[in-house]
């Protein structure tokens, strides 16, 4: 397994301001997601980072508004920018130790309220 | 394309029930298919996972779950309900080699004493 951590655990924001959230894995990891969870909803990818280039965009979902970046193998962060009260969710980070298992495991998520 | 329905919002039980929560599946490939626990304000803990060895399948805390192929369907149960499982349960869908997972809505399971 993997220990993950987040922060910040929560924040509250102003629309249109921009907030970036960090994730942070105990060991090296494969692959590194990214998925919203909105108000009593289920979980959405919303992207796949990879390390050393773009990460890869689930329909509807923009690198403009949701930028990734990923500079190592423990390492990603998740902004998102111009803030607007619908963006109010929670945000988790997952990493898959390999490719084959399909098996994710999560961070405790970032609640963002926008206000 | 891959798909999850997981039946019922909600499911309440009485502490020392049985619990049922239900999982059905789309998948044109064969499936791995996995249930997740979220306990309030927390991430996701992985329960248990099927990836195509043993059809019924043991997870933590006393849950299992059988893989159906005939019916489509990934059903979690557990003979005795406690008051610490009450939680949302997610259900979700992969395929070997296929890296994203497809969530289920979830079940919220509610334990009255």
């Known amino acids: 397994s993997a220990v993950i951590s987040q922060k910040p655990s929560r924040d509250i924001c102003q629309r249109g301001t921009s907030l970036t959230i960090q994730c942070q894995v105990d060991s090296q990891v494969t692959m590194m997601f990214w998925y919203r969870q909105q108000p009593g909803q289920s979980l959405t990818l919303i992207a796949t980072a990879n390390q050393g280039s773009e990460a890869t965009y689930e329909s509807g979902f923009v690198i403009d508004k949701f930028p990734i970046s990923r500079p190592n193998l423990t390492f990603s962060t998740l902004t998102v920018s111009n803030m607007s009260p619908e963006d109010s969710s929670i945000y988790l980070c997952?990493?898959?130790?390999?490719?084959?298992?399909?098996?994710?495991?999560f961070g405790p998520g970032t609640r963002l309220t926008v206000t | 394309a891959q798909s999850v329905t997981q039946l019922g919002s909600h499911v309440s039980v009485s502490e020392g029930a049985l619990v049922l929560l239900r999982c059905n599946y789309s998948?044109?490939?064969?499936?791995?298919l996995f249930w997740y626990v979220q306990y309030p304000n927390q991430g996701l803990q992985l329960l248990l996972k099927?990836?195509?060895?043993?059809?019924l399948v043991k997870g933590i805390n006393g849950f299992e779950a059988e893989f159906k192929k005939s019916e489509t369907s990934f059903h979690l149960t557990k003979p005795s309900a406690h008051m610490s499982d009450a939680a949302e349960y997610f259900c979700a869908v992969t395929s070997p080699g296929y890296s994203t997972l497809t969530f289920g809505k979830g079940t919220m399971l509610l334990v009255s004493p």
């Open positions: 998948s044109s490939v064969p499936p791995y």
């Open positions: 099927y990836t195509s060895a043993a059809t």
């Open positions: 997952s990493v898959a130790l390999n490719r084959d298992s399909g098996e994710q495991y």
